[in-house]
């Protein structure tokens, strides 16, 4: 597979809409993306219910086109929004982590972070 230099990589979140769980794909378009996810991850649907929805604020440039195994990679780079059972990168507890601004931090950090500001 050749991929030309003004393909830009994105990152896409692929899912079944009867399932909670998506799959963190990076690939230069959603076609390209359902087909890494039908091929490479564990996605249980027909294909023609295979969802695919481009996550606009990913930063993956440096990313490999392909399946993103690692969660936490993939929440870091902004493809999952959020994610249970994760290390939080402030208080180090395993909770329910959201992306936020370029760090995986769980709801009460968040809410800390935002008290401050006010
Ligand atoms: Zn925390």
Redesign the pocket.
Known sequence: MTIKKEDKKRGYFVYNPDDDHGFPIIATSAKEAKKIAWKDSEIDCEWIDIRVRWKRNTKVDDLPIGYVKDEMLAIRRGIYDWLEDAT??????D?T?EHYNGKV??????D?INNKKE
């Open positions: 939080c990168d402030i208080c180090n507890e909770k982590v931090i769980c709801g009460d950090c968040i800390k």
